[in-house]
């Protein structure tokens, strides 16, 4: 392991030159990318294709993994939103000047080194670098073996960009897919800053358990949606929909269903569109009978406990039937997994109370849970969403891959 040392060591001495490029050089480097990535498309999906045939179409993996034409365009489209975005460095957060005639000055600055690790999704090697860049941070990539290839032809895009603007390109290391070079990275405490991992459950578990560095935490998401006593049937059949069915592999789509007792008879209009696109259904013992008569048999199944507090992450979902908001509340607080949590409701009385009782990083009424994404909030792009408290919550955009620094500014003073 002693390659993985020196080469991330390389990346750390390569850092703290990244603070000299101002905005226009970053902006520029990016630009660059951005045209490599539109040229090398074809290659790129020839990698990729080298991917996708070593899982089965069925593996939730699968669609993780898939890029396309269409969503690498996305990806640079992306990148112009980043460059878009506005210095998120050198931003003076506070100023104040004390009695004794100090002028103190808090501003942003780089993490330094960011270490992330990742599984299947391609798409996380360019989104990581680019927020990276942009913020000022190099960063250490450990992508999963199923992307591999993938992977390598997205790096070579990069290394070609850099190239082309003379930075060197240590900023950046692809770590090689074997397992055991995790641990290097967990445990480099005088090189790594902070460490993200993004993904299921198992990874960021294991992360935590084996992490010498700071951990952010990101990925895993158990989603609920609440449909209230009030809640309209119109609304709710569309959110329903697109958040369990836009895309099926995300950590932002719909795991359980939670509906008020008052509202069964709604319940097989609800999931109405989801039979069409062959949605199974694990339902508690009140909705099973709500839809015995209408969800198709090959589809509804009736849950076990271990169907609730689960990530389908693929075209299943189960339904849980409450007597009340408050038994919703307890029932999301019991299994949620503090991501994206929604509530149906059109009374606002419910709606609020479920607002300022639901902990999670983003809680939504009357929008699909689908929208949990730095770029739908404005912020060009995401590194991952945080499920937790500390430094960053939710999406995770440039802002949240800075620091501070406090700057002192006297004239002679001593400390008595």
């Known amino acids: 392991m002693k390659t993985e040392q020196k080469k991330m060591r390389a990346v750390k001495m390569a850092s703290q030159a990244l603070v000299q490029l101002n905005l226009n050089q970053r902006n520029a480097l990016l630009s660059t990318l951005a045209t490599e990535l539109e040229n090398n498309i074809d290659t790129i999906l020839q990698a990729n294709a ?66 992330v690790i990742y599984e299947s999704r391609p798409n996380v090697t360019i989104d990581v670098f680019v927020l990276c860049f942009k913020s000022g941070n190099a960063c250490i990539l450990k992508g999963g073996k199923e992307a591999w290839h993938t992977n390598q032809a997205l790096i070579t895009c990069i290394f070609k960009a850099l190239f082309l603007h003379q930075i060197s390109s240590d900023i950046v290391y692809l770590m090689p897919p074997d397992r055991d070079v995790v641990y290097e990275l967990l445990n480099a405490v005088d090189i790594v800053d902070v460490c993200i991992p993004r993904g299921s459950q198992i990874l960021i578990d294991f992360v935590r358990e084996h992490a010498k560095v700071p951990v952010i935490e990101t990925g895993a998401g158990i989603v609920h949606t609440y449909f209230d006593h009030s809640g309209d049937l119109n609304k709710g059949m569309a959110i329903i929909d697109n958040a369990k069915t836009r895309r099926v592999s995300v950590c932002n789509a719909l795991d359980t269903l939670i509906i008020h007792q008052a509202r069964l008879n709604d319940l097989a209009a609800l999931v109405h569109p989801l039979a069409a696109k062959q949605v199974d259904i694990f339902a508690d013992e009140l909705s099973f009978h709500a839809l015995k008569a209408s969800y198709s048999s090959t589809l509804l199944h009736q849950a076990s406990i271990d169907d609730f507090g689960r990530e389908f992450l693929s075209y299943k979902m189960s339904i849980k039937t409450v ?94």
């Not at 460095?89 to 960011?114: A, H, Y």
């Open 50 to 115: 080298k991917d996708l045939a070593l899982i089965p179409e069925s593996d939730p993996r699968y669609d993780r993994l898939q890029l396309t034409a269409d969503r690498i365009k996305s990806i640079v489209r992306d990148i112009a939103n980043i460059i878009a975005l506005p210095d998120p460095l050198g931003t003076l957060l506070s100023e104040k000047t004390l009695l004794n005639g100090l002028v103190l000055k808090r501003i942003t600055v780089p993490m330094g080194v960011i270490g």
């Open 323 to 416: 007597s009340s908001c408050d038994e919703a509340i307890r029932h999301i607080m019991q299994y949620t997994s503090g991501h994206s949590e929604a509530i149906i409701a059109e009374d606002k009385q419910v709606s609020d109370y479920f607002l300022n009782r639901i902990d999670a990083a983003v809680v939504y009424v009357n929008v699909s849970t689908a929208f949990t994404d730095g770029g739908e909030f404005g912020m060009g792009g995401e590194i991952g969403i945080s499920t937790q408290k500390l430094h960053a919550r939710g999406p995770m955009g440039l802002e949240a891959l800075t620091s501070y620094k406090w700057l002192i500014y006297g004239n002679g003073q001593v400390r008595a």
